[in-house]
């Protein structure tokens, strides 16, 4: 995981958030409740950025908030590989914030983390199964409502 991720608030604009990217070169930032809690609201990610705001042509000063995620799944730093991959194959997402008891945030888990960790004992095609399960892309509304794709290894 990345320890320590950068992280913004709901209060936020979308340029802000569009800058913490940049400048730390990543793709999704934890939204916390405050800087100081971490206590983790929601994510934003590039997409988010330019699917839900910049495709709607919103402004730079639109909200975090309004283009988020809100209450994403985390885990703690104690999860195990397993149930981090279960976690992204069921929720079709591509990086985990990790929270401790208190539900700060004190890091972030990427798929591209899970290819290269080692001695969890999955060889590189169960590894490709479980990158094309996350990316899998979502079913269209309306068919098979509630089914989600099964992990196989």
Not at 50 to 65: I, K, L, N, Y
Not at 116 to 121: E, H, K, N
Not at 138 to 145: H, K, M, T, V, W
């Amino acid at each position: 995981m990345t320890r320590d991720p950068a992280c913004c608030t709901p209060t936020d604009t979308v340029q802000h958030a569009a800058r913490l990217l940049q400048e730390h070169d990543c793709g999704c930032l934890p939204v916390v409740e405050d800087q100081q809690s971490r206590r983790v609201v929601g994510v934003i990610t590039d997409r988010d950025i330019a699917c839900r705001s910049v495709a709607r042509g919103w402004s730079a000063d639109t909200s975090v908030e309004a283009v988020m995620s809100p209450n994403p799944v985390c885990c703690s730093p104690e999860a195990e590989v397993r149930e981090v991959e279960r976690i992204m194959v069921e929720r079709q997402v591509r990086r985990v914030p990790v929270e401790d008891g208190d539900g700060c945030c004190v890091g972030i888990v990427a798929q591209a983390d899970l290819a290269l960790a080692g001695d969890r004992g999955l060889s590189d095609k169960e590894v490709g199964r479980v990158v094309e399960q996350i990316s899998r892309p979502a079913q269209p509304l309306g068919s098979e409502a509630g089914a989600r794709p099964e992990l196989r290894m």
